[in-house]
């Protein structure tokens, strides 16, 4: 039988590397009762492990990257609004590449009627939408697994990158700044966008508008120009003039 204080340190695990569940699905997983877990994340927060939230309860600074299944869910309409935008660049025969995330993960769900594409990936997410697509041949980055964002990161991923071209390449972000380009969490990650977009002849960032300007971590990926954000409609002209004036050419989705 699982003690109180391995069950909180599974919870603690869970939470810095796949994002926290809610008490019923904790409950469920532990097989205890919602109570039961109440107690450990007030325990775990006394401690100063975890920041209590409605229903659950979020790391505190050992981790605090959202896991990709917390940022699906996020700002739906608008990724879904940008993929749809991103799909209708992608030409029948091109070759292209998609980066990790959840806006690029609607883009290739937006792909997946399309014809005679060859798509190369690191992201989970990307191999699962297009696994059946019949008119799609997929190719996975392979290296290291980061759990968190569901991408294969590090020296593997970026040895088979200098083997390969790409018509269009189509990049996620944490955040992304007019000035010092696109913001991570992990340095692996980093790198492998910097080579991501060195590969590609035409180099697209895609980012709804709540990541503009943001500097949550301290990982930068300076792309050289051209390339283009594309954002929603909720950001502000002031926003988008920032990376007018930068060079960046910007695309702004609009919702259905």
């Given at each position: 039988m699982t003690t109180a204080r391995t069950r909180r340190e599974e919870i603690y695990h869970l939470a810095v590397t796949t994002g926290l569940a809610s008490v019923e699905e904790l409950s469920k997983h532990f097989n205890v009762t919602p109570s039961t877990i109440r107690r450990d994340l007030a325990q775990l927060h006394t401690e100063g492990k975890l920041a209590r939230t409605y229903g659950g309860a979020l790391p505190l600074g050992a981790h605090p990257e959202p896991s990709l299944r917390q940022r699906t869910g996020e700002a739906y309409e608008q990724k879904h609004a940008i993929a749809a935008w991103a799909a209708g660049q992608v030409r029948t025969g091109e070759s292209v590449l998609l980066d990790g995330g959840s806006t690029v993960g609607a883009l290739a769900h937006a792909l997946r009627g399309s014809e005679a594409l060859t798509i190369t990936t690191p992201g989970v997410n990307t191999l699962q939408e297009l696994q059946d697509a019949p008119g799609v041949v997929v190719n996975c980055l392979g290296g290291r697994f980061r759990e968190v964002s569901q991408t294969f990161v590090g020296p593997l991923a970026e040895a088979a990158l200098e083997r390969m071209t790409f018509d269009r390449v189509f990049l996620g972000a944490?955040?992304?700044?007019?000035?010092?380009?696109?913001?991570?969490a992990d340095h692996e990650q980093t790198r492998l966008k910097e080579l991501m977009a060195r590969r590609g002849e035409a180099v697209?960032?895609?980012?709804?508008?709540?990541?503009?300007?943001?500097?949550p971590f301290h990982s930068w990926v300076r792309l050289p120009l051209p390339w283009t954000l594309v954002t929603d409609a909720g950001a502000s002209e002031e926003q988008l003039a920032l990376f007018r004036t930068a060079g960046v050419k910007v695309e702004v989705a609009r919702l259905a």
């Open positions: 944490d955040a992304v700044t007019a000035d010092d380009g696109l913001c991570e697209y960032v895609l980012a709804d508008s709540s990541k503009l300007g943001k500097r």
